[in-house]
């Protein structure tokens, strides 16, 4: 990782004649982040997106809950910019509200499987031996469950609801994330520079933190990224089954299950935040492979 | 060959012991007491004590393990606390349509897939190879269940080609396979593409053209047979893929598979239902596993010796 970083670097920086040492591994990254057109589209696409969940309260004219009786499934109008659905509720008002709960889902649970997973993964691959083995195992029977099945199971367990929601996504996606930080591990602690910190008598947590955790960011910033689109498309497929949100809050893949029963009267009901899902994926996936394209050669 | 086979299946030992514990540890990991949790508050104390009784949890934890590990062993799966009916009786009546499902869509996904991975790899950096990629990747962000809103809208609504739920027709098979296999698709695509770029890449696909073998033979015989090698292991994970996804698109399709069973056993606390459907699948996947396994190191005999 480091090397081949290195050996970019410098062919990176020959044609503008800067010593090598200019350039920080954050500082090459970021600038080739910021040349990939693939990358800049998904953050111009998930930035839109998030300042309308932002701005919901701006954005949208209607209380999201607030029924219309009188205009139930109207068509997109001048009134009601993306129609109504069987309660006569403002589907544009829904929809950036439901954005809100949607991404936060998403996001929340993949932090989730990063804070136990990466300490795990650093532990299990820094310390080896027995700690090690004992870590690999539970992470082998956590794997003999599918993810999506894993969080189903635990979301069976705890009772639908959002935050049981969270927590299984979360925890299902702890083992992808140990796996692969302990494999970025272990070859970074033979690295030299590694062995001369502990020879000066650096502490293991200094070491750590210092030199195995900074060379194992890329490919944990990458995971992250592509997690982050799984997460949100388990969070919604949860609450579409009705095991997330319930009635009557907006939450885009319960938005979508509910205009399940009108779909040849109003297709907009179903179809509109499914494709406000399909775009906050699609943007959060181009990132990822952005990334991945600037970060870490070897995950292409 | 021998000894690998017996090496990956003293492999599974722990594993299943371990998932048979965690399933069974389900149970006791509800919030609350799970017997009023699946009595949803509405049982007496005697129909409590009953049910409290029936499923063993008035006994030690251990002695609660041995009695649903023997039932395990011998088929028993214990009593729908809705229907009252057996799990294990209910699991075999559904799990052939959830296998049915999932083996159509991993059909749709490897057909798929090799044919938009392959398109890209040879039209590489061109406008068939950017549109491949593209939709690989729009397939990637679909979310399954409406993908399949959209189709049974295209398919069922305005075309009236094929009917929009059920399992009652063979053409019943066709939404809910491809709505399951698209995600997997993409995948198989992406890795195809990269993976055939590789080969083609290396000396024995110049060595064949300098013979004067054709560009399709060259691509079939040299190319993709050889690029299928690391994608067998991607294959047997996004079965598992599948496995899951499965509950979501027999919802909105109305397939009657395991994952319908699921849903509703969760939406009423039915907990023998959950942990016998949650078992299954573990040991369905865990099986896939093995035989992909196995026909990696039958492929790539490097494997057997690591």
Redesign the interface.
């Known amino acids: 990782m480091l090397s081949s970083t290195r050996e970019s670097a410098t062919s990176e920086t020959a044609g503008a004649a800067r010593p090598v040492r200019a350039l920080s591994h954050g500082a090459i990254g970021l600038r080739r982040i910021a040349r990939h057109r693939g990358a800049m589209v998904g953050a111009v696409l998930c930035g839109a997106l998030l300042l309308c969940a932002a701005l919901a309260p701006y954005l949208a004219r209607y209380n999201p809950n607030e029924a219309h009786f009188d205009a139930s499934l109207r068509p997109p109008s001048a009134a009601f910019p993306l129609g109504t659905d069987s309660f006569g509720r403002d589907v544009l008002s829904r929809l950036v509200y439901g954005g809100r709960i949607s991404l936060t889902v998403g996001a929340i649970s993949v932090a989730l499987s990063f804070v136990v997973g990466v300490p795990l993964g650093i532990t299990a691959g820094y310390y080896g031996g027995r700690l090690d083995d004992l870590i690999m195992r539970v992470i082998e029977v956590w794997l003999a469950f599918p993810d999506l099945l894993l969080a189903i199971g635990i979301v069976a367990v705890l009772g639908p609801g959002l935050q049981n929601v969270m927590l299984a996504i979360g925890v299902s996606g702890v083992p992808g994330v140990c796996r692969l930080v302990r494999g970025s591990v272990l070859p970074v602690k033979e690295e030299a520079y590694v062995e001369v910190a502990r020879a000066v008598g650096g502490s293991e947590g200094r070491i750590i933190r210092m030199h195995i955790l900074p060379n194992v960011l890329a490919p944990i910033v990458v995971l992250l990224t592509l997690r982050l689109g799984t997460a949100i498309l388990t969070g919604v497929g949860l609450s579409f089954l009705g095991l997330g949100v319930q009635p009557p809050t907006a939450e885009w893949g319960a938005m979508v299950s509910e205009g399940r029963a009108y779909l040849q009267r109003a297709w907009w009901v179903s179809t509109i935040p499914g494709i406000a899902i399909f775009l906050s994926v699609m943007g959060v996936n181009v990132i990822g492979d952005g990334l991945r394209d600037a970060l870490d050669p070897r995950l292409h | 060959m021998h000894r690998y086979i017996a090496q990956r299946l003293l492999q599974l030992v ?3 012991l ?2 048979s514990i ?1 399933v069974f540890l ?1 149970i006791h ?3 609350g007491d799970p017997v009023q ?1 699946m009595l949803q508050d509405y049982g007496s104390a005697e129909q409590a004590a009953e049910l409290r009784h029936t499923l063993g949890l008035d006994r030690p934890l251990p002695v609660q393990y041995g009695i649903f590990a023997w039932r395990l062993v011998h088929g028993d799966l214990g009593r729908s606390t809705r229907t009252g009916r057996p799990v294990a009786a209910e699991i075999a009546l559904r799990l052939p349509y959830t296998l049915r499902l999932t083996a159509a869509s991993m059909a749709v996904a490897i057909v798929l897939g090799l044919l938009l991975g392959t398109l890209a790899a040879i039209h590489h950096r061109r406008l068939l190879d950017y549109a491949a990629t593209f939709t690989a ?2 397939g ?8 399949g ?2 189709l ?2 295209i398919f069922s ?1 305005y075309l009236r080609w094929l009917p929009p739920a059920g399992a009652d027709t063979p053409g019943s098979l066709i939404l809910p396979a491809v709505t399951l296999g698209a995600g997997a698709a993409s995948i198989i695509a992406r890795l195809c593409r ?1 993976s055939l770029l590789e080969v083609l890449r290396q000396e024995f696909i110049r060595t064949a053209r300098a013979k004067g073998a054709g560009e399709l033979r060259v691509l079939y015989r040299h190319g993709l047979r050889n690029a299928l090698i690391p994608m067998l292991s991607v294959v047997g994970l996004q079965f ?2 599948l ?3 499965a ?2 698109v027999e ?2 399709f109305g397939w009657p598979g395991l994952g319908r069973l ?2 509703d ?3 009423n ?1 039915d ?1 023998p239902v ?1 942990q016998g459907v ?1 078992l299954t ?2 040991a369905v ?2 099986g896939v596993n093995l035989c992909v396994d196995l026909l990696y190191a039958l492929v790539d005999p490097r494997i057997r010796y690591v």
């Open positions: 722990p594993v299943l371990s998932v965690l389900m990991l509800v919030p949790v990747l729009a990637i962000s679909l979310p399954s269940f409406w993908f809103l959209v049974i809208l609504y990269s598992a893929g496995l899951g996804g509950f979501i919802w909105v699921a849903v056993a969760i939406l606390r907990i959950i949650v699948a573990a996947f865990v």
